[in-house]
């Protein structure tokens, strides 16, 4: 056999009140993966064993995220950007490709902001972001609130079904054994209020659609058709007005699309890295 492993190292950066914790895995252009709400570094194995062989993939916890630590009152979203420049600047990375899933993309939108034309690209999977929905065009825009009320129902069912909804009820049903690791992840992350940084995040989206614009970088966006947990149809709607945006949309998949349907997840990063250069 004449497989050799991509070199993997691991460390910490100290910030002025949290340790983030971090994993480097391959070599050449730099990848950073940033996670949603219910996951942390592990979340991206998948994608990490895909993409070593030819990048260097930085999976990091943001801050209060196992085992990345928190200030007492529990990790805030307005400093995940700063965080990820902290980390970008530590490890020498440079200009970077960005994939963000749910949560990340608040770091991956507000990093590409403060560094415009550094990012190489910027996936947003099941995710707009810092964008606000609510600005989005319509159509789109009038479907948000009908959205909210059958998306809230459809949480609640899954919930007393004892389902996460942030996997959803296709992966726990076609993929039991992907969905206990899922669900191993998930509960890694406590010591802290979910609920309290999901407002929190609620505050921090306020930018229109088109500020996104001054990040001078390619965006693809990657909606999973049977989100209930962010509206899917936001990205077609906001992508009008990003120039040079992309969607492609994830079939059968819910919010965490890029564990659930990873094979076909990482297709559509490879061929959005192809045709930008990345």
């Known amino acids: ?62 801050r209060g ?18 965080d990820l420049a902290a980390l970008v600047d530590e490890l020498g990375l440079g200009d970077v490709r960005i994939v963000c899933q749910s949560m990340g993309g608040w ?9 415009p034309g550094r990012v190489k690209a910027l996936v947003l999977g099941a995710t707009t972001g810092s964008l606000d929905p609510r600005q989005m065009r319509e159509p789109e825009r009038a479907r948000l609130d009908p959205w909210k009320q059958e998306s809230a129902a459809a949480r609640a069912a899954l919930v007393a079904r004892g389902v996460n909804p942030a996997a959803g009820g296709r992966m726990a049903e076609e993929q039991p054994a992907l969905y206990h690791l899922y ?46 947990v962010l509206p899917p149809f936001a990205a077609a709607a906001m992508a009008r007005d990003i120039p040079g945006a992309r969607v492609a949309p994830l079939l059968k998949a819910g919010h965490s699309a890029q564990f659930e349907r990873a094979r076909e ?11 930008v250069g990345a």
């Not at 990063?269 to 192809?274: E, G, K, L, S």
């Open 183 to 228: 669900q191993h992840i998930f509960g890694l992350n406590h010591g802290f209020d979910r609920e309290a940084v999901r407002a929190k995040l609620d505050a921090h989206r306020r930018r229109a659609p088109a500020d996104l614009a001054a990040a001078q970088c390619p965006v693809l966006f990657v909606p999973p058709e049977e989100d209930i």
């Open 107 to 115: 770091t991956g939108v507000e990093y590409a902001l403060m560094r």
């Open 65 to 82: 995220f196992f085992p990345s630590t928190a200030p007492a009152e529990g990790p805030d979203p307005q400093h995940y950007a700063a």
């Open 1 to 62: 056999m004449s497989f050799a492993a991509p070199p993997r190292r691991a460390g910490w950066i100290d910030r002025p009140d949290a340790r983030i914790r971090y994993e480097v895995t391959g070599e050449g252009p730099a990848i950073v993966f940033a996670h949603g709400l219910g996951g942390n570094l592990m979340t991206w194995w998948q994608q990490v064993a895909h993409f070593a062989p030819r990048y260097t993939c930085v999976a990091f916890s943001h």
């Open 265 to 275: 997840f990482n297709a559509l990063v490879d061929a959005f890295f192809a045709e």
